[in-house]
Structure formats: structure tokens, C-alpha cells
């Protein structure tokens, strides 16, 4: 059932799949170790400062009425949004997932072009993910 060296490792589970569709070569190992150099750097970092809020690497702060997003993925250049009303109000129903069409559904005062705007710019600055159709945010509410 499962493929000799699985076995000759003593690997009772195994899990395979074929793609359906060629995604290309990723330079993954490469990717990670950046990721790894970063992350070391800013925990380093943070430890010197030695606050709570220096660890965390995307988060935000809600103003009820606006909405600041601390964004610092990237260890050398830490970037800052600020929302106004709306934006805040349309990130902050796609804390949990919800589709396009929901959100047209809780925002049918707005034009769905505005909509559309609001969050093909929330997926352009990495904020947003974006998949089918669905939404969620990504940086956590500190």
C-alpha cells in the first residue's frame, strides 16, 4: 500500500497528491531562510526594547471611527495604514471569512465599484487575503 522506502522508514501515514495544474518551481528553501534571518533580527530587536508589542509583526489598533494597521513583515520597512470609516468597517467584517457577495449584502448602501476599490486595494497591500472570492484579514487586532 505504501511506496518501500515510506516503509523502510517506519512511517505508518503517508500523504500524496498530484496537482492538477503545474504551479512552476518555487525557491522555497531560499524564501524561508530570509523569513528565518528576518524574523531572528526582529525578535533580537524587540527583546532589546523588551515590550509586547514590539514582537507581534502585523497587527492593528481599531479607533472606533478609523483603524490603524502596523504592518512588519518586512524587517526594513515597517509600513503603516490608516483607515478611515468605511475601509474600517469593510476590513473589519472580513475578520472572519465572507464572501464578495455578503459583503455587497452588508454594504448595499456603497457601489459595488467602490467595494470592489476598497478591497482589491486591502489585497494589493498584503492586508487582505483574497481566494474564490472570500476575504479575510490578515493582521491580528492587538
Known amino acids: 500500500m505504501f511506496p518501500q522506502?515510506?516503509?523502510e522508514?517506519?512511517?505508518?501515514?503517508?500523504y500524496d497528491f498530484k496537482r492538477k495544474k503545474d504551479l512552476g518551481?518555487?525557491?522555497?528553501?531560499?524564501?524561508?531562510?530570509?523569513?528565518?534571518?528576518?524574523?531572528?533580527?526582529?525578535l533580537d530587536e524587540a527583546s532589546r526594547k523588551n515590550t509586547t508589542i514590539n514582537r507581534c509583526i502585523c497587527y492593528f489598533a481599531d479607533?472606533?471611527?478609523?483603524?490603524?494597521?502596523?504592518?512588519?513583515?518586512?524587517f526594513n520597512d515597517t509600513r503603516m495604514y490608516i483607515l478611515n470609516e468605511l475601509e474600517r468597517e469593510v476590513f473589519l467584517s472580513c475578520l472572519?471569512?465572507?464572501?464578495?457577495?455578503?459583503?455587497?449584502e452588508k454594504f448595499s448602501?456603497?457601489?459595488?465599484?467602490?467595494?470592489?476599490?476598497?478591497?482589491h486595494t486591502f489585497v494589493n497591500k498584503g492586508i487582505v487575503s483574497e481566494e474564490d472570492n472570500h476575504y479575510l484579514v490578515l493582521p491580528l487586532q492587538y
Open 63 to 74: 479607533g472606533n471611527n478609523f483603524l490603524i494597521i502596523y504592518d512588519k513583515r518586512s
Open 5 to 7: 522506502d515510506i516503509l
Open 96 to 104: 472572519n471569512i465572507i464572501s464578495f457577495q455578503e459583503l455587497s
Open 9 to 14: 522508514k517506519g512511517i505508518s501515514f503517508y
Open 109 to 119: 448602501s456603497i457601489p459595488v465599484q467602490q467595494l470592489t476599490s476598497i478591497l
Open 25 to 42: 518551481k518555487n525557491e522555497w528553501t531560499q524564501l524561508v531562510e530570509e523569513w528565518k534571518k528576518d524574523r531572528k533580527n526582529f
